[in-house]
């Protein structure tokens, strides 16, 4: 039986909040989800983060001193990239949930 798309999903969606139980969220499917959701935003956070600041830096190379003149839009996307990095959180502190959440699922505890 070949399973649709959305059906793929439907049965990762449910093999990770069975994944999730034994994590003290008891059966609240609600709970469930944040807490798989807190990590999986954590990972984003600083993965894209990360991924933006690259591209953003070889573009900026590439263009050479226009790319930091006010004259290219480059220069304005560093900027609120940059920005947006900060006031998002610092990377070390998104690794460090994600890393706690990870080890928490192998019966490590660490306290910060």
Do not use: W
């Not at 439907?10 to 969220?25: E, I, Q, W």
């Not at 591209?55 to 930091?68: M, S």
């Not at 004259?71 to 996307?77: C, H, K, R």
């Amino acid at each position: 039986m070949k399973l649709s798309t959305r059906g793929r999903y439907a049965v990762m969606a449910m093999a990770d909040l069975a994944r999730h139980t034994g994590s003290g969220a008891g059966s609240d499917p609600v709970r469930l989800c944040e807490i798989a959701a807190r990590q999986e935003i954590s990972l984003i956070k600083f993965f894209v983060a990360g991924v933006l600041h690259k591209v953003l830096d070889r573009a900026i190379q590439t263009h050479g001193a226009l790319g930091l003149t006010n004259d290219s839009f480059l220069s304005y996307l560093y900027r609120h990239e940059r920005g947006a990095r900060i006031y998002d959180g610092p990377d070390e502190v998104h690794k460090s949930v994600v890393a706690r959440m990870i080890l928490k699922e192998y019966g490590v505890e660490i306290s910060i």
